[in-house]
């Protein structure tokens, strides 16, 4: 998984997070340096001109995991609106910045419970 897919940020998402961003001490968390970075490489267009299966902020997503058919959703949020419910993911998250802007049918690699990584494919976004 070496070449990083095609992703697409809506002007709004893109001046949002840029805020978040900006706001942030340096050091605030580990993956700042990587989600700057996915921003500066996106494709960044109207909002309304983003297709619907692209995820987005507040976008909810349901995957695959690919070596057992297991399914799971989450919704991409803001640090604020993380809960305990385990069914969101933040931005600032390392999986959450590297799920903006991916699209359905995308796989990615995904943190696993006890180690590792699993690959994951996008299989559903709605928003």
Wanted: aromatic share 4%; glycine share 8%; proline share 8%.
């Amino acid at each position: 998984m070496d070449k990083k897919p095609n992703i697409i940020v809506s002007s709004t998402d893109l001046e949002r997070l840029e805020e978040l961003l900006d706001s942030l001490p340096a050091e605030a968390f580990p993956g700042k340096a990587e989600l700057q970075a996915e921003l500066e490489r996106a494709e960044v267009v109207d909002p309304q001109q983003v297709p619907p299966s692209v995820v987005t902020m507040n976008s909810t997503v349901r995957f695959t995991i690919e070596s057992t058919g297991q399914e799971f959703s989450r919704t991409l949020v803001y640090p604020k609106d993380v809960d305990s419910k385990g069914d969101k993911i933040s931005i600032l998250a390392p999986v959450g910045s590297a799920l903006l802007g991916l699209s359905a049918g995308d796989l990615i690699e995904w943190p696993s419970p006890g180690g590792g990584v699993l690959k994951v494919r996008l299989m559903d976004v709605s928003h």
